[in-house]
T-cell receptor, first 112, second 110 residues
Framework: DGGITQSPKYLFRKEGQNVTLSCEQNLNHDAMYWYRQDPGQGLRLIYY???????QKGDIAEGYSVSREKKESFPLTVTSAQKNPTAFYLC???????????FGPGTRLTVL | SQQGEEDPQALSIQEGENATMNCSYK?????LQWYRQNSGRGLVHLIL???NEREKHSGRLRVTLDTSKKSSSLLITASRAADTASYFC??????????WGAGTKLIIKP
């Protein structure tokens, strides 16, 4: 999991609440990504950021929001508009001129 | 659209045996990557193979790429209990973002 931390490890949310998942990296990587993983499935891209103060929607951005105010941080907010947010959320980074991604340990979000 | 599909979905073998899993895709690629995920953890990069490469090794791992058949295989030799994990292939799409398959769940029986 290297120099990428995600917190909390487990998160419980009541319906109608917004929650924010933290992702911090000390790899000095420009690119950061948020993925969602459902049981028995692959990763789906929510948002990504190639540079500070800029980010792009992925395949399933609806109901999520992000910010990239610092190179080291890429928090993900799961809003009440996300209809089925229970899932495992993974943050990843990639350095310049590399296709390899490095992953954090993940946050498991459960809606009560 | 680009998508990697792993086969088989699940594989259970005895410790010491070799494990082979495959990834097929639809459109031409610049590279293909394999990652491992232990249960409830983040993914770990294993190998990247470029379109002009046919085979690549890393320890007990061997990856092959057949661009004519649009497929890749990951071979784990002399499997160990610690190899129990899910294995994913990932391919770049037209925006250079990775598209992930659903993975092969590998169980190594002692």
């Amino acid at each position: 999991d290297g120099g990428i931390t995600q917190s909390p490890k487990y998160l419980f949310r009541k319906e109608g609440q917004n929650v924010t998942l933290s992702c911090e990296q000390n790899l000095n990587h420009d690119a950061m990504y948020w993925y969602r993983q459902d049981p028995g499935q692959g990763l789906r891209l929510i948002y990504y950021s190639q540079i500070v103060n800029d980010f792009q929607k992925g395949d399933i951005a609806e109901g999520y929001s992000v910010s990239r105010e610092k190179k080291e941080s890429f928090p993900l907010t799961v809003t009440s508009a996300q209809k089925n947010p229970t899932a495992f959320y993974l943050c990843a980074t990639a350095g310049p001129s590399t296709d390899t991604q490095y992953f954090g340990p993940g946050t498991r979000l459960t809606v009560l | 659209s680009q998508q990697g599909e792993e086969d088989p979905q699940a594989l259970s073998i005895q410790e010491g045996e070799n494990a082979t899993m495959n990834c097929s895709y639809k459109t031409s690629i610049n590279n293909l990557q394999w990652y491992r995920q232990n249960s409830g953890r983040g993914l770990v990069h294993l190998i990247l193979i470029r379109s002009n490469e046919r085979e690549k090794h890393s320890g007990r791992l061997r990856v092959t790429l057949d661009t004519s058949k649009k497929s890749s295989s990951l071979l784990i030799t002399a499997s160990r209990a610690a190899d129990t994990a899910s294995y994913f292939c990932a391919l770049p799409d037209s925006n250079y973002q990775l598209i992930w398959g659903a993975g092969t769940k590998l169980i190594i029986k002692p």
